[in-house]
Every structure is written in structure tokens, then in C-alpha cells.
């Protein structure tokens, strides 16, 4: 009997389950990490932080902060056998509060399935016989609005008449304000309920549950398809986009370098927070996904070639996205960083109006949107999964036995699907906005970070830690680990956040005097 198994007998619980085979394990976490910020969030950075430029401080950080965190969290899982939070008890208890942390950051990564609404409600539409976000002709379109036919030759006036064109917005915009979020006009005035979206919503918890009820006994057989099929899509329309006019334009601004840029710290700082967005670091979410793997299964591998994909798929999606932008500036007659929109503006309003101006708009627009839902599908649920797990891990006896985890996973969903409806009502896209900026930041990655290698590196002791890897992989980790789990990310968190650590001291310090309303803007 195993050391996994003996623990449950103990418990009374039923056993946690496993991957069943190596192949799942690599096709979740690879579905986890690839995801939207690979598709919008790295070409956006790109493009802001000087083109090719911004690769080299992405890729020094990659080396430095991105693998080296990846394989610390994968190994802490593989050797505990636990989730978030009792991992640390084994670990270094001292720390059990980072593992409440990660559970608290997973709660506030629920509402990126809004997304997922959405690309799904632009999903249906994209069948209809004309795109609705083609043309003005529409009862939600206003006097100023342009379609797409005309769009360019307006833009082309813009140079000639400034005036003329100030208040006109394009029919993508309008289809995305005023018909798919029907935007109020504050966070004070939610509005009713949009219940096309409430529909949508549903619909993505309904799989979600279904996805992950069974543990990883499901989870494991549906990246099957919702880890793969992206790649289909994402090749479709890199061969597209290379073939539109335009396109090289747009990859030239990619690729091409500013070298001036790399002298900003704001683009380290912007490149740091894209490894451990990207890369699903600091969140616990490596760490349950590795709790499940045979404790001999060789992570130190894994851990590159992970890392490896993921930043490769970041590079791909540049040129798919460059492609289209350059297309766009072309029609438009605009230079590119004049159509680069980041989040939902990129995703929701300038490629829907790039797929209406291509021939054969609803096919180019069906394939972008079931990309877009499969690469939040696999994040979606392996955050929902973690959650569950981890806390089935600190209540076994009443959250493992046979019938109550999928009683327990219904009633997360169904809570959480209650919640977010505030999320799909006219005033939805504020409260997102509210929790995506200062619950889901910058900062809260950084600390959880600098914890956990203050944990692993100083209090559990560095030299243990690698013997551990080493009994399990049957390869010691080199030098430069050690590196970087006592020195250099320690210090890179408290580098760039050193002034918000003040802040926060001040806020919850009121002998100190401080009383800061924003303190977690600079997140």
C-alpha cells in the first residue's frame, strides 16, 4: 500500500483519484497555461513595450522567475499528494496561510467564465445570414454609426477632417455597448438582468460542472478536445492572416525592436507579470494539477517543455494577431497602434469587425469565437477543480466519500452561477472590471510568490527541497535554482511592489496614520 493510499485508509476517505495517464496530466496543464493571455495579453505588451524588445526582457524572465516557480509548485504537489492548502502542512505549516490565499485568489478567478458568455453569445450570432456587427441597419445601432463596408473610406478622411469623424463608432462597438452588454452608465446602476447572457452563463457552468464532477476521472478525458482543438483554430487563422493584405505591415511592428524600451523598468515589470499570468503561477493551481501525479513522475521534464509551449504559443498568437491588425490598418488607413485595443476591446470589437471585412465573415468569425471559448474552457475548469480539491483535501471525511464531491461541485457552480449574475446585467462589465483590477492583480501573484519561496527557500531548507525533487525524478536540480528560489525572486517581488507594501502597511495600520482609498491601484 502506497504512502497516497494509506493516508486515505486513515482519513476514511475515498482516494483523491489520480491522472490516468501521463498524457492528461500534460494536456490539462498545457490547456490551464495556454489560454486568453496568450492570444491578447502578450501580443498587446508586445506592441505597447517596443515590439521585439519586449522579448528579451520576457524571455530573461522566463529563465529566471517563470520555469524555476513552475517546477518549485509542480514539485511541492507531486511530493505532498495535497492541494493548496494542506501541501504546506507537510511542507512548512508556518506558511498554511499562503494555501488560503491561493484559495481566496481562485474565488475571484471565477468570474473570467463571464468571458466565455460572451464569446459564446458572439458565437451564435456568428450563423446568422449577415453579422449583425457588420452593418448599422440594426435597432441598437445610432445615427453615428458606421458599418463595416464604409469604415475605411471614412477612416481615410480622418487625416482631411478630424471633426467629421470624432463622434462616429464603428458597428462592432455598437453591437458590443449597446446590444451584447447594453453598458450602463456607472457600476451604480446595474440594470436588469441580459437574459441572452444569463443563457450563456449558464450553459458555461452547466459544462463546467460536467467537466470536472468526477474529479480528474473527467477533467482528464475532456482536454482531450478543449486542449487540442485550439491549436486547429490557431493555425487556421495564422494561415489566414499571413495571406491578407497588409499583414506584414502589421508583423513588422511586432517583431520589430525598440531597443529603448529595455531601458524602462516598467517593461520588466509588465514582462514579469505576463510569465506569472501566462504561466498560472503563484495561484496554487500547479500544485493541485502536480498533487495528482505518481510521486516518481519525472516533473523536472515536464516543467520545461511546459513552459516551453506556453511561451511558443504566446510567440504564434503574435503573428495571428499582427496579421489582422495590419489588415486593419491598411482598410482603415491608420497606423497599427492606432487599431491595438487590450482585453475585451481586441477580443470583442476590432477582430469581429476584421472577420466582417474578409470574405466569408461567418466562417473566419465561428472559428476565432470557438477558439476563444476553448481556451478559457480548460482555465475555467482546472481553477473550479483546484478549489474543490483543495478543500475536499482539508475536509476528507466530509467532502471525499462516494456521491458528495459531485453534491459539493453542484453546489459551487450553482452558487457561483447565482453570484455572476450581477456579471450579465446592464452594469456587469463595471463589477467585472472592479474584481479583475484589484482582486485578480499584479500584486496579489507577487506576494504569494515571495512567500512561497521564502517557505521552500529559507524556512523548509533549500538543500531538503532538492533532495526531494531528486528522489522523485531521479535528476537533482542545478544550481542556478537555488538561485532563484532564495535570491532572485525573492527580491524581483519586492523590487517593483516595495512601494505597495508600504501602502498596505499604512492602510491596515491606522496608528501609523495612513489612510490610502486606492491602495491596490498600483497593482
Known amino acids: 500500500m502506497n504512502r497516497h493510499t494509506r493516508n486515505n485508509t486513515e482519513s476514511g476517505s475515498e482516494d483523491r483519484g489520480r491522472w490516468a495517464n501521463k498524457r492528461e496530466y500534460i494536456l490539462v496543464v498545457a490547456g490551464n497555461v ?45 511530493y505532498t499528494q495535497e492541494g493548496m492548502v494542506t501541501c504546506w502542512g507537510k511542507i512548512c505549516p508556518l506558511a498554511k496561510g499562503i494555501g488560503y490565499g491561493h484559495l481566496l485568489i481562485k474565488l475571484y478567478d471565477f468570474i473570467y467564465i463571464v468571458i466565455q458568455a460572451w464569446a459564446l453569445l458572439y458565437l451564435i450570432f456568428s450563423f446568422q445570414a449577415e453579422l449583425p456587427w457588420a452593418n448599422c441597419g440594426n435597432t441598437w445601432n445610432t445615427a453615428n454609426c458606421i458599418d463595416s463596408q464604409n469604415w475605411d473610406s471614412q477612416s481615410a478622411n480622418r487625416t482631411e477632417n478630424q471633426t467629421m469623424v470624432t463622434n462616429t463608432t464603428s458597428a462592432a462597438t455598437e453591437f458590443w455597448e449597446r446590444r451584447a452588454l447594453a453598458i450602463s452608465g456607472g457600476i451604480e446602476e446595474l440594470g436588469s438582468v441580459r437574459w441572452d447572457l444569463a443563457l450563456c452563463l449558464l450553459f458555461c457552468w452547466v459544462f463546467c460542472y460536467f467537466s470536472i464532477w ?147 465573415p461567418q466562417f473566419w468569425s465561428v472559428c476565432f469565437f470557438l477558439m476563444l471559448i476553448l481556451l478559457s474552457v480548460d482555465t475555467q475548469f482546472v481553477t473550479v ?100 528560489w532564495r535570491y532572485f525572486v525573492p527580491l524581483w517581488s519586492l523590487r517593483h511592489n516595495f512601494p505597495q507594501y508600504l501602502l498596505i502597511l499604512l492602510e491596515i495600520s491606522p496608528s501609523l496614520g495612513g489612510r490610502h482609498p486606492s491602495v491596490w491601484a498600483w497593482g
Open 34 to 78: 495556454v489560454g486568453l493571455g496568450n492570444m491578447w495579453r502578450f501580443p498587446y505588451l508586445c506592441y505597447k513595450n517596443g515590439g521585439g524588445a519586449f522579448l528579451v526582457p520576457y524571455s530573461i524572465l522566463a529563465v529566471v522567475c517563470g520555469i524555476p516557480l513552475f517546477l518549485l509548485e509542480t514539485v511541492i504537489g507531486q
Open 214 to 360: 468526477k474529479g480528474v476521472r473527467s477533467s482528464g478525458k475532456v482536454v482531450y478536445f478543449t486542449a487540442t482543438f485550439p491549436y486547429v483554430m490557431l493555425l487556421i487563422l495564422l494561415i489566414r492572416g499571413l495571406t491578407l493584405p497588409g499583414a506584414w505591415e502589421g508583423i513588422k511592428y511586432y517583431l520589430y525592436p525598440d531597443i529603448g524600451h529595455m531601458a524602462d523598468l516598467e517593461v520588466w515589470v509588465e514582462a514579469g507579470s505576463q510569465i506569472m499570468f501566462s504561466y498560472s503561477l503563484a495561484t496554487g493551481t500547479l500544485i493541485v494539477l502536480g498533487s495528482y501525479n505518481e510521486n516518481n513522475n519525472n516533473c523536472y521534464k515536464d516543467s520545461f517543455l511546459l513552459c516551453l509551449l506556453n511561451s511558443g504559443t504566446s510567440f504564434v498568437a503574435g503573428f495571428v494577431v499582427f496579421s489582422i491588425l495590419g489588415f486593419m490598418a491598411q482598410k482603415q488607413g491608420v497606423p497599427v497602434d492606432m487599431v491595438v485595443d487590450s482585453g475585451p476591446g481586441l477580443a470583442f470589437v476590432t477582430y469581429p469587425q476584421a472577420m466582417a471585412m474578409m470574405p466569408l
Open 385 to 484: 477543480e483546484c478549489f474543490v480539491t483543495s478543500l475536499s483535501d482539508l475536509f476528507p471525511r466530509l467532502l471525499r466519500p462516494t456521491g458528495r464531491r459531485e453534491i459539493f461541485v453542484l453546489v459551487v457552480c450553482l452558487a457561483s452561477f447565482l453570484i455572476q449574475l450581477s456579471l450579465v446585467t446592464e452594469g456587469g462589465i463595471y463589477v467585472f472590471q472592479l474584481i479583475d483590477y484589484y482582486g485578480c492583480n499584479r500584486a496579489c501573484a507577487d506576494i504569494m510568490a515571495l512567500f512561497e519561496c521564502l517557505a521552500v527557500g529559507w524556512i523548509f531548507g533549500i538543500d531538503q527541497f532538492y533532495n526531494i525533487a531528486e528522489d522523485m525524478t531521479g535528476q537533482r536540480p542545478c544550481f542556478f535554482f537555488r538561485l532563484c
